[in-house]
């Protein structure tokens, strides 16, 4: 009976996350509602649960992994931090029965080239692409091979809940925030037949429009079968310059979200004789607040997916991407992939910079200026915090002092 209350109030919430703001006084009404009467019965209960849950869905092997009331993390938090929560892992939907299996998918190859692609340039462009598309690909497998056991080889739906699916194309597309996914979004609504061209989707058709459906949003069948024959995508960016870019974007504008919830802790934290209009705000959280955070072993609010590693949000290591893209690369190696795909010729990849479009775009050089507020210390210990993710994708040392 709770378990059903709990599944209600998780899909209402699920469906209004995209919903943003506007919908968070109802997922925190569910969340008082819910922790008030089911909180306590949840941790009495959690055994009950698990073995209901478990007679209701045979064959599908769900587990209350964690004690921390899921509700909570659901909806008090914005869709975009609550999907990063990296301890999320409350339900375990077991696929082993329907593991994914090793063997290399070449969807890539198998699709035809489109006529437009057969003139001599293009055929060498391509050539180098799929090269490096090999590199990256082989780097990746060596990379998780020496650092990540492969003791957990489940996927569980966590694991796949960043991956959106384009189902008429097969494509897999796993989000990661600030490093091209609005416009990722708009193409997949472009070929998912939601709009006939990216210009028309606006920016928050694209977040919030719930046109988009997740990879978990579906059985533990179907997540299976997409994985094992869908073409799977992922484009990653530079580290440091996504941290700055998610910093600009966050605390330099306004902001109803980051600003309470996160500047707030921030500031009371790191900032000696904080203003009260800066602790009542959470207003004007500097970089260097910013990164004290980042790097603290106790931080005072937890991680969010603008700022999450790759490695957590996409989980590389067990989902062996078909094609990893670089955002410093993204139209040429999007319309690649796409071509590749048998996607509409007049479909390319759009680059609108749909957040802050007046605000210059996060480059080499005003990364240098932000990480020039830090000291030497805290530059090798953010390279240090992002060291898998510069390793796993090839990026190389950002500054000369780090080791
Ligand atoms: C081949 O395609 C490229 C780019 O698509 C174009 O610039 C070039 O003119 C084409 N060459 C021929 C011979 O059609
Ligand atoms: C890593 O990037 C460098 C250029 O920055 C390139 O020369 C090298 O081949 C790449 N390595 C792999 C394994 O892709
Ligand atoms: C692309 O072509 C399709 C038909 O094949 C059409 O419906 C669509 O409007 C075109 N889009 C653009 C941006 O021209
Ligand atoms: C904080 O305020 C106290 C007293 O007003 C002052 O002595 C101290 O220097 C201030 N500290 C900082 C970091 O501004
Ligand atoms: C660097 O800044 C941090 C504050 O984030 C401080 O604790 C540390 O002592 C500083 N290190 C050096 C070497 O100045």
Not at 25 to 33: D, N, R, S
Request: aromatic share 12%; glycine share 4%.
């Amino acid at each position: 009976m709770f378990w059903m209350e709990y599944k209600t109030a998780d899909v209402r919430c699920a469906r209004r996350r995209l919903g943003a703001l506007a919908m968070k006084p109802t997922c925190t009404f569910w969340f008082i509602l819910l922790f008030g009467a089911g909180g306590l019965v949840l941790f009495i209960h959690l055994q009950e649960i698990s073995e209901m849950v478990q007679l209701q869905a045979p064959g599908v092997k769900f587990r209350v992994a964690s004690r921390q009331p899921v509700m909570k993390q659901l909806c008090t938090h914005s869709e975009e931090s609550l999907r990063g929560n990296t301890g999320m892992g409350s339900r375990e939907l077991d696929l082993s029965s329907a593991r994914v299996t090793k063997r290399h998918r070449k969807l890539l190859l198998k699709n035809p080239p489109t006529v437009r692609a057969l003139n001599s340039s293009t055929s060498s462009s391509w050539d180098r692409l799929s090269l490096i598309q090999e590199a990256r690909k082989r780097l990746v497998k060596q990379v998780c091979a020496k650092y990540k056991s492969n003791a957990k080889r489940t996927v569980t739906p966590h694991h796949v809940s960043r991956i959106f699916v384009e189902d008429r194309y097969k494509l897999l597309y796993c989000e990661v925030p600030k490093a091209g996914c609005s416009n990722w979004k708009r193409v997949l609504m472009v070929l998912g037949g939601v709009a006939s061209s990216t210009r028309e989707i606006k920016h928050d058709a694209v977040h919030y429009g719930n046109h988009l459906k997740r990879l978990d949003s579906f059985d533990h069948q179907g997540i299976a079968w997409r994985l094992e024959t869908y073409t799977k995508v992922l484009f990653v960016r530079e580290p440091f310059e996504r941290l700055v870019s998610a910093f600009r974007d966050k605390f330099e504008n306004p902001n109803t979200y980051y600003h309470p919830v996160f500047g707030k802790p921030i500031i009371s934290k790191y900032r000696a004789n904080a203003s009260l209009a800066a602790l009542r705000t959470g207003t004007g959280v500097t970089f260097k607040e910013f990164m004290q955070y980042l790097l603290d072993v106790h931080r005072p609010v937890g991680m969010d997916i603008h700022w999450e590693h790759v490695n957590q949000l996409c989980s590389p290591c067990l989902l062996d991407y078909d094609f990893i893209g670089k955002f410093e690369n993204i139209e040429e190696e999007a319309n690649f992939l796409l071509q590749r795909t048998g996607a509409p010729a007049n479909l390319t990849f759009p680059r609108f910079k749909d957040r802050h479009p007046q605000a210059a775009r996060t480059s080499v050089h005003i990364t240098e200026q932000y990480f020039a507020q830090l000291n030497a210390s805290e530059r090798q210990r953010a390279y240090d915090f992002y060291y898998m993710d510069y390793l796993m994708f090839n990026y190389s040392k950002p500054f000369t002092d780090l080791y």
